[in-house]
């Protein structure tokens, strides 16, 4: 007698995007992967590729805002839970973030948040017997939420304690509880456009900068968007057009780009007439950067190799975009507050010292010179500058004058630099609030 073929049961809707969701997760939290890296390029999650658009567009959400709420969540599960998290089944913190994200901060129907996670614990062999456990905590959470969450301080419990303690002392404590406030926002989308700002605020229904900058509040994948395939902008926070702006006119001028990827900066000074000199290690990230120019229709040379031993120049003007702890970009990278540590700073701040001295030697003199960070952190801005100043006697501040800064003439510091807070620019409608946190200074070599 013939037997009827078994067959697989087809998984649920929406199964997918969520275990790809609590993966990357999982890759933040316990792997320390950079969220990016999850989602693009040779080294994105495998289960993406096979997800429709709108699902993938739903795993980063899901993700974002796991991350953006991590503590508010993990204080909510805890209460929750008598004796805390088993430490054998990492699956289950994972399910039980992702589902109360879904079901706090998400349209998304509470019973689906809670089933899907379930299933998620069901499908795992370390975390299968805490399905019921995890029906039982999304459930209370979904039934007590504004009980449940009444008490809590949000903006405590989603930053870092080392992270806040650090802002609170230098920009003081209600500056902190702004910037940890804004970093619970989703971001918009700002675009440096070639020309017509306010032509590409009107055709992508956004507005018009007052640093010349586009931003807009879209959905579906970016080069679907109008002005996209015929290279008439590209992505670039309002934050980090600034400091191109600032080596002034370089039309004919020899420019070098270091750790120029992934290449914003790059295709201003192109766009504003420079020879441009793009340097940066990663060739992956540079082969972007080309890729860019060419959508673009701008020109640069391209050169991968390690600034710090890189040979050229000097140039008449020298931007150093350094690597730094990017904790000025949280509100677009909400991995970074888990991902990073005190010790990280310390030691990219040496790097960021050798590269600043080199960035001076590849500065012909009379030659100007711009430093920047997507940092907060005083050792990655001001204090470093501070300390070249004193250690390097080619080098002197150029002050940037408030007039040259029109619009936003208060990011500009006593001490003549820039310096810009993801809380500025406030706005009724939260996702069009906000910059990235920048530190900018401008020198001139004797």
Not at 26 to 40: I, P
């Amino acid at each position: 007698m013939a037997h009827a073929a078994r067959t697989t049961p087809t998984p649920p809707p929406g199964l997918a995007a969520r275990r790809a969701a609590a993966e990357i997760v999982e890759g933040v939290l316990h792997r320390g992967r950079a969220l990016d890296e999850q989602f693009d390029g040779a080294a994105a999650h495998q289960g993406l590729s096979l997800l429709a658009e709108r699902d993938r567009a739903l795993v980063r959400r899901i993700v974002a805002t796991a991350l953006r709420r991590l503590g508010t969540l993990r204080r909510l599960i805890a209460v929750c839970l008598d004796r805390g998290l088993p430490p054998d089944a990492p699956r289950l913190e994972s399910a039980l973030l992702v589902g109360a994200a879904q079901i706090l901060f998400l349209d998304i129907p509470d019973h689906a948040a809670v089933d899907l996670s379930v299933r998620l614990v069901q499908a795992d062999r370390r975390a299968s017997r805490y399905a019921g456990l995890v029906n039982a905590v999304l459930r209370r959470i979904a039934r007590s939420a504004a009980e449940l969450t009444a008490t809590l301080d949000p903006v405590a419990l989603d930053t870092p304690a080392w992270l806040f303690e650090r802002w609170a002392r230098h920009y003081g404590d209600a500056a902190a509880r702004a910037i940890g406030s804004a970093h619970a926002l989703e971001p918009a989308l700002d675009l440096t456009v070639k020309a017509d700002p306010e032509l590409w605020a009107g055709r992508l229904r956004g507005r018009a900068l007052p640093t010349g900058s586009v931003r807009a509040v879209t959905t579906g994948p970016i080069p679907s968007l109008p002005g996209y395939a015929e290279g008439a902008w590209w992505v670039q926070d309002a934050a980090a057009a600034l400091p191109a702006r600032l080596l002034g006119d370089v039309r004919g001028r020899s420019v070098a780009d270091l750790c120029a990827a992934p290449g914003g900066k790059t295709l201003q000074l192109a766009l504003a007439g420079a020879a441009v000199t793009a340097v940066d290690r990663a060739e992956a990230r540079m082969a972007r950067l080309h890729d860019n120019l060419k959508r673009v229709d701008l020109a640069a040379t391209t050169v991968v190799a390690d600034v710090e031993t890189w040979e050229a120049g000097p140039f008449d003007a020298v931007l150093l975009d350094a690597p730094c702890s990017a904790t000025g970009t949280i509100r677009r990278h909400p991995d970074i507050p888990w991902r990073k540590t005190a010790a990280d700073i310390t030691g990219l701040a040496d790097l960021q010292a050798r590269l600043l001295a080199r960035a001076v030697d590849l500065t012909r003199p009379g030659g100007v010179l711009v430093y920047c960070t997507c940092s907060l952190e005083p050792e990655e801005g001001e204090d470093l500058i501070a300390a070249a100043l004193d250690r390097d006697p080619r080098i002197r501040r150029k002050p940037i004058d408030p007039s040259e800064m029109a619009g936003i003439a208060e990011f500009v510091t006593a001490s003549g630099d820039l310096r810009t807070l993801p809380s500025a620019w406030p706005d009724p409608e939260p996702r069009m609030s906000g910059l990235d946190g920048f530190y900018v200074a401008r020198l001139e070599r004797g």
